[in-house]
């Protein structure tokens, strides 16, 4: 684990913002955060790699490419996998004019934001603080603006580009969503939309890039990997939670998509 750290120096007591830290991590297998009710706000940016992120609520799986925000006061972990470490760039900022941020552009609730693509804002941000410049607070409440701005404006653009996919792709990937401890078949799914086998399979696959089993596959896999890493459950157990059919099934799955099985990918992290 190699860290790149900017320590800034403290401001008055009640000051609107504050940036506590800011800079890069190469990290490893075994890192992991967790904080408790703490006032702080995180921003990072994934340069590099893969790893999850838990708010107790919901569990997240920021890559390269991907942003995360940590929400002050709230409970959380997030850790970075075995097989692929993040490289990242981050912010740590508290005060009442960061959550006015947060608020007036959209972003209240939202904890990852996939595909960004906003490595330079972030980068350039680190470096011009780098320079501990007269009013250092106050440069960083303008560079966390900007990327704040930036990712609002993203969201909106994503959120155009959904509106143009079909209303039963949308319906069919909120279903498997709610489905990876269950184990939906072609009909259920056709059914629940209203269309053959052979419609829904191609409607998912249209607006989503992958058939609606390698998408199910591919979150269980992210399950199975959280639930290696955070709980004491067998193998066997984790399989049979996960609808595998058995142990050896899972694991050989699990093998093809990460490269280890679950037993040596557990001992790694």
């Not at 399989?239 to 899972?250: G, H, K, N, P, Q």
Request: include cysteine.
């Amino acid at each position: 684990m190699k860290e790149d750290i900017i320590y800034f120096p403290p401001v008055r007591a009640g000051a609107p913002f504050e940036i506590l830290l800011a800079g890069k991590s190469w990290c490893d297998g075994s890192y992991r955060i967790n904080r408790n009710n703490e006032p702080v706000y995180v921003l990072e940016y994934i340069v590099k790699g893969r790893g999850y992120l838990n708010n107790g609520e919901d569990v997240f799986y920021p890559q390269s490419g991907d942003v995360y925000i940590i929400h002050a006061g709230i409970p959380h972990e997030y850790g970075s996998s075995s097989d692929a470490p993040w490289e990242k760039i981050w912010f740590n900022v508290q005060g009442h004019l960061m959550s006015d941020f947060i608020n007036r552009y959209g972003l209240t609730g939202i904890w990852h934001i996939p595909d960004c693509g906003l490595e330079d804002i972030f980068l350039n941000g680190v470096e011009e603080l780098r320079q501990q410049v007269p009013l250092i607070h106050e440069c960083a409440s303008l560079i966390i603006l900007r990327i704040i701005q930036a990712l609002s404006r993203h969201l909106s653009e994503t959120k155009s580009s959904l509106s143009k996919l079909s209303p039963e792709g949308n319906k069919l990937k909120n279903m498997l969503d709610y489905s990876i401890m269950k184990n939906p078949s072609i009909s259920d799914m056709a059914k629940y939309i209203a269309r053959s086998e052979s419609q829904t399979i191609r409607i998912f696959k249209r607006d989503w890039g992958m058939t609606p089993y390698q998408y199910l596959l591919n979150k269980r896999i992210e399950l199975a990997k959280l639930l290696l890493i955070n709980s004491a459950k067998s193998i066997k157990a984790i399989a049979y939670e996960l609808s595998f059919t058995d142990e050896f099934y899972f694991s050989d799955i699990f093998k093809k998509k990460t490269g280890m099985p679950p037993s040596t990918f557990r001992k790694q992290t």
